[in-house]
């Protein structure tokens, strides 16, 4: 065998059994599922380790800082992606929200089924997290819930243009998505410490959960559910956590 030949085999026996360096990839359900992460990677040992995780059961919350949110989402460009996990619309576009004097810039949303955070117990059939970063880099996730009616006119603009999974990001310059749209008439909303939801569960970020859930029909649920499996992990512990709640 040539040194080509010897190069060749072994490049077919890394195709063959996926790629050497290639890990097993995270999914919220069975061998790889949510309460396995902390096992797969010691970096995500936060997933079962962290105090401050997300998502979680709203079951109490005391009056806190009146902090109101205030909005100054604008249209942009759609420029969206599959990642086999979730569909995420994503912003660079002087898109904020102003918390409490802090400008925080808008990075993406994305939808999850079933909602993740629960109140009082209830599951909602679809939640979604809007990403916010900070100045100083600080994550800040606002989360709008959905129970199953009305067809929502949001998401009916936006159905059309959800790619199926492995494909690029796309950028469709004549498709204009405003985040505003989708947002609740009411502003209140609980507010605590947790965690990004998938590995690696890093702490520190910061939710405000809106208390007036939306609607989406059973239509839309099932378009989605087309494109991507349920993507919820499981709520998870308070640990000694305060929720406060805004007016
Ligand atoms: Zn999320």
Redesign the pocket.
Known sequence: MSIRQVLAAGLMVAAASGGVAAGPGWTYRGEHGAEHWAQMKREWAMCSMGKRQSPIDIVSARPGPAAQLRFEYHPAALRIVNDGH?VRVRFNNASKLNLGGEALSLQQF?F?MPG?DKLWGEEFPM?M?F?HKSASGRLV?LVLLFRQGAENQALKALLPHMPAQGLPEQSLAQVQVDPAEWLPASKGHYRYEGS???PPCTEGVLWLVMKQPLEVSAAQLAMLHRLFPDNARPTQPLHGREVLESP
């Open positions: 979730t994305h999850h993740g939640g997290h990403l996730s990004l939801t998938a």
